[in-house]
T-cell receptor, first 112, second 114 residues
Protein backbone atom coordinates (compact mmCIF):
# COMPACT_ATOMS: atom_id res chain seq x y z
CA UNK A 1 0.00 0.00 0.00
CA UNK A 2 0.86 3.64 -0.04
CA UNK A 3 3.85 4.47 2.18
CA UNK A 4 5.23 7.87 2.97
CA UNK A 5 8.63 8.05 4.65
CA UNK A 6 10.08 11.05 6.43
CA UNK A 7 13.70 11.80 7.25
CA UNK A 8 15.19 12.39 9.67
CA UNK A 9 13.21 10.69 12.43
CA UNK A 10 14.72 13.04 14.99
CA UNK A 11 16.63 16.32 14.82
CA UNK A 12 18.18 18.30 17.65
CA UNK A 13 19.22 21.88 16.90
CA UNK A 14 20.39 24.94 18.77
CA UNK A 15 17.95 27.81 18.79
CA UNK A 16 18.63 29.98 15.75
CA UNK A 17 19.78 27.13 13.52
CA UNK A 18 17.82 26.06 10.46
CA UNK A 19 15.89 22.78 10.18
CA UNK A 20 14.62 20.71 7.25
CA UNK A 21 12.47 17.60 7.12
CA UNK A 22 11.91 15.58 3.97
CA UNK A 23 8.91 13.55 2.92
CA UNK A 24 9.46 10.85 0.29
CA UNK A 25 7.27 8.40 -1.57
CA UNK A 26 8.02 5.66 -4.10
CA UNK A 27 4.79 6.52 -5.91
CA UNK A 28 3.43 9.83 -7.08
CA UNK A 29 1.89 11.82 -4.29
CA UNK A 30 -1.57 13.28 -4.78
CA UNK A 31 -1.64 16.41 -2.63
CA UNK A 32 0.50 16.95 0.44
CA UNK A 33 -0.66 18.30 3.75
CA UNK A 34 1.69 19.19 6.60
CA UNK A 35 0.79 18.97 10.27
CA UNK A 36 2.55 19.90 13.51
CA UNK A 37 2.05 18.06 16.77
CA UNK A 38 3.33 19.61 19.98
CA UNK A 39 4.47 17.18 22.70
CA UNK A 40 1.40 15.70 24.36
CA UNK A 41 -0.88 17.40 21.86
CA UNK A 42 -2.76 16.55 18.71
CA UNK A 43 -1.80 17.19 15.08
CA UNK A 44 -2.64 20.66 13.79
CA UNK A 45 -2.92 21.47 10.10
CA UNK A 46 -0.23 23.78 8.71
CA UNK A 47 -0.59 23.88 4.94
CA UNK A 48 -1.50 22.00 1.76
CA UNK A 49 0.52 21.72 -1.46
CA UNK A 50 -1.21 20.74 -4.66
CA UNK A 51 0.90 21.61 -7.72
CA UNK A 52 4.17 20.17 -8.91
CA UNK A 53 7.06 22.43 -7.83
CA UNK A 54 4.83 24.50 -5.58
CA UNK A 55 6.49 26.59 -2.86
CA UNK A 56 4.57 28.20 -0.01
CA UNK A 57 5.81 30.26 2.93
CA UNK A 58 4.42 30.89 6.39
CA UNK A 59 6.70 33.33 8.22
CA UNK A 60 9.85 31.26 8.95
CA UNK A 61 8.42 28.06 7.43
CA UNK A 62 8.92 27.19 3.75
CA UNK A 63 7.08 24.25 2.21
CA UNK A 64 8.02 22.76 -1.15
CA UNK A 65 6.48 20.10 -3.41
CA UNK A 66 8.86 18.25 -5.72
CA UNK A 67 8.67 18.60 -9.49
CA UNK A 68 7.81 14.91 -9.88
CA UNK A 69 5.38 15.02 -6.93
CA UNK A 70 7.29 12.23 -5.20
CA UNK A 71 8.72 14.31 -2.39
CA UNK A 72 8.09 17.35 -0.27
CA UNK A 73 10.06 19.33 2.28
CA UNK A 74 9.53 21.68 5.19
CA UNK A 75 12.30 24.15 6.05
CA UNK A 76 12.32 26.27 9.19
CA UNK A 77 14.65 29.26 9.26
CA UNK A 78 16.18 30.34 12.58
CA UNK A 79 14.38 27.88 14.81
CA UNK A 80 12.78 28.98 18.05
CA UNK A 81 11.80 26.95 21.11
CA UNK A 82 8.17 27.28 20.03
CA UNK A 83 9.00 25.16 16.96
CA UNK A 84 9.47 22.07 19.14
CA UNK A 85 7.25 19.17 18.11
CA UNK A 86 6.74 16.46 15.52
CA UNK A 87 6.14 17.47 11.93
CA UNK A 88 4.12 15.15 9.73
CA UNK A 89 3.49 15.15 6.04
CA UNK A 90 0.35 13.41 4.80
CA UNK A 91 -0.65 12.28 1.34
CA UNK A 92 -4.26 12.86 0.37
CA UNK A 93 -4.70 9.42 -1.10
CA UNK A 94 -7.48 7.11 -2.00
CA UNK A 95 -9.33 8.41 -5.01
CA UNK A 96 -12.91 9.35 -4.25
CA UNK A 97 -12.64 8.92 -0.49
CA UNK A 98 -9.49 11.05 -0.13
CA UNK A 99 -7.97 9.11 2.75
CA UNK A 100 -5.15 10.89 4.51
CA UNK A 101 -2.05 8.70 4.83
CA UNK A 102 0.53 10.11 7.21
CA UNK A 103 4.29 9.94 7.02
CA UNK A 104 6.35 8.67 9.92
CA UNK A 105 7.08 12.14 11.27
CA UNK A 106 10.17 14.12 12.30
CA UNK A 107 10.62 15.08 15.94
CA UNK A 108 12.32 18.46 16.32
CA UNK A 109 14.04 19.39 19.57
CA UNK A 110 15.32 22.96 19.99
CA UNK A 111 17.87 23.78 22.64
CA UNK A 112 17.76 27.39 23.90
CA UNK B 1 -16.13 26.14 20.18
CA UNK B 2 -15.80 22.41 20.99
CA UNK B 3 -14.57 21.04 17.63
CA UNK B 4 -13.73 17.32 17.98
CA UNK B 5 -14.28 15.86 21.44
CA UNK B 6 -12.86 12.51 22.50
CA UNK B 7 -13.66 10.61 25.67
CA UNK B 8 -12.13 9.24 27.77
CA UNK B 9 -8.73 10.94 27.76
CA UNK B 10 -7.05 8.02 29.51
CA UNK B 11 -8.03 4.38 29.94
CA UNK B 12 -6.41 1.22 31.28
CA UNK B 13 -7.87 -2.13 30.27
CA UNK B 14 -7.10 -5.75 30.93
CA UNK B 15 -6.47 -8.12 28.05
CA UNK B 16 -9.76 -9.43 26.68
CA UNK B 17 -11.92 -6.55 27.88
CA UNK B 18 -13.98 -4.55 25.43
CA UNK B 19 -14.61 -0.84 25.37
CA UNK B 20 -15.78 2.01 23.20
CA UNK B 21 -13.83 5.19 22.52
CA UNK B 22 -16.19 8.08 21.92
CA UNK B 23 -15.76 10.80 19.31
CA UNK B 24 -18.12 13.67 18.62
CA UNK B 25 -17.82 16.75 16.42
CA UNK B 26 -20.03 19.81 16.29
CA UNK B 27 -18.86 21.24 12.96
CA UNK B 28 -21.32 19.27 10.77
CA UNK B 29 -18.38 17.55 9.08
CA UNK B 30 -19.21 14.69 6.73
CA UNK B 31 -15.89 12.90 6.96
CA UNK B 32 -14.61 11.34 10.18
CA UNK B 33 -11.73 9.00 10.85
CA UNK B 34 -9.80 7.18 13.56
CA UNK B 35 -6.02 6.96 13.78
CA UNK B 36 -3.68 5.26 16.17
CA UNK B 37 -0.27 6.72 16.95
CA UNK B 38 2.67 4.58 18.02
CA UNK B 39 6.29 5.72 18.51
CA UNK B 40 8.21 5.88 15.25
CA UNK B 41 5.21 4.88 13.14
CA UNK B 42 3.33 8.11 12.65
CA UNK B 43 -0.44 8.03 12.53
CA UNK B 44 -2.08 4.98 10.98
CA UNK B 45 -5.64 5.03 9.72
CA UNK B 46 -7.93 2.49 11.41
CA UNK B 47 -11.41 3.22 10.01
CA UNK B 48 -13.08 6.14 8.32
CA UNK B 49 -16.56 7.32 7.37
CA UNK B 50 -17.64 9.57 4.50
CA UNK B 51 -21.06 10.18 6.01
CA UNK B 52 -23.78 8.83 8.29
CA UNK B 53 -24.39 5.14 7.66
CA UNK B 54 -21.16 4.64 5.68
CA UNK B 55 -17.90 3.28 7.08
CA UNK B 56 -14.81 1.68 5.58
CA UNK B 57 -11.50 0.15 6.64
CA UNK B 58 -8.21 1.97 6.77
CA UNK B 59 -4.65 0.62 7.05
CA UNK B 60 -4.98 -1.25 10.37
CA UNK B 61 -8.66 -2.19 10.96
CA UNK B 62 -8.25 -5.58 12.64
CA UNK B 63 -9.58 -5.73 16.19
CA UNK B 64 -11.69 -2.57 15.82
CA UNK B 65 -15.27 -1.85 14.83
CA UNK B 66 -16.95 1.45 14.02
CA UNK B 67 -20.43 2.72 13.26
CA UNK B 68 -21.77 6.08 12.10
CA UNK B 69 -25.44 6.41 12.99
CA UNK B 70 -25.33 10.23 13.11
CA UNK B 71 -23.21 12.92 11.46
CA UNK B 72 -21.88 14.01 14.85
CA UNK B 73 -20.71 10.73 16.40
CA UNK B 74 -18.16 8.13 15.33
CA UNK B 75 -17.40 5.65 18.14
CA UNK B 76 -14.53 3.16 17.94
CA UNK B 77 -15.03 -0.23 19.58
CA UNK B 78 -12.30 -2.57 20.74
CA UNK B 79 -13.84 -6.02 20.70
CA UNK B 80 -11.29 -7.93 22.81
CA UNK B 81 -8.41 -5.74 23.92
CA UNK B 82 -4.85 -6.96 23.32
CA UNK B 83 -1.55 -5.46 24.55
CA UNK B 84 -0.69 -4.63 20.90
CA UNK B 85 -3.56 -2.14 20.96
CA UNK B 86 -1.81 -0.01 23.57
CA UNK B 87 -1.56 3.31 21.78
CA UNK B 88 -2.79 6.87 21.52
CA UNK B 89 -6.00 7.09 19.51
CA UNK B 90 -7.01 10.21 17.60
CA UNK B 91 -10.33 10.97 16.03
CA UNK B 92 -10.44 13.52 13.21
CA UNK B 93 -13.05 15.16 11.03
CA UNK B 94 -13.18 17.37 7.97
CA UNK B 95 -15.80 19.22 5.94
CA UNK B 96 -16.27 16.96 2.95
CA UNK B 97 -15.11 13.57 1.82
CA UNK B 98 -14.44 14.56 -1.79
CA UNK B 99 -12.14 17.37 -0.89
CA UNK B 100 -8.72 18.35 0.28
CA UNK B 101 -9.92 20.10 3.38
CA UNK B 102 -7.66 19.99 6.46
CA UNK B 103 -8.51 17.49 9.15
CA UNK B 104 -9.35 18.63 12.67
CA UNK B 105 -8.16 16.32 15.43
CA UNK B 106 -9.42 15.63 18.92
CA UNK B 107 -7.11 15.66 21.92
CA UNK B 108 -6.67 11.88 21.83
CA UNK B 109 -7.33 8.91 24.08
CA UNK B 110 -4.31 7.30 25.73
CA UNK B 111 -5.09 3.61 26.06
CA UNK B 112 -3.05 1.01 27.93
CA UNK B 113 -3.81 -2.72 27.74
CA UNK B 114 -2.32 -4.83 30.51
Amino acid sequence: GQQVMQIPQYQHVQEGEDFTTYCNSSTTLSNIQWYKQRPGGHPVFLIQLVKSGEVKKQKRLTFQFGEAKKNSSLHITATQTTDVGTYFCADVYGGATNKLIFGTGTLLAVQP
Amino acid sequence: NAGVTQTPKFQVLKTGQSMTLQCAQDMNHEYMSWYRQDPGMGLRLIHYSVGAGITDQGEVPNGYNVSRSTTEDFPLRLLSAAPSQTSVYFCASRRQSFSNQPQHFGDGTRLSIL
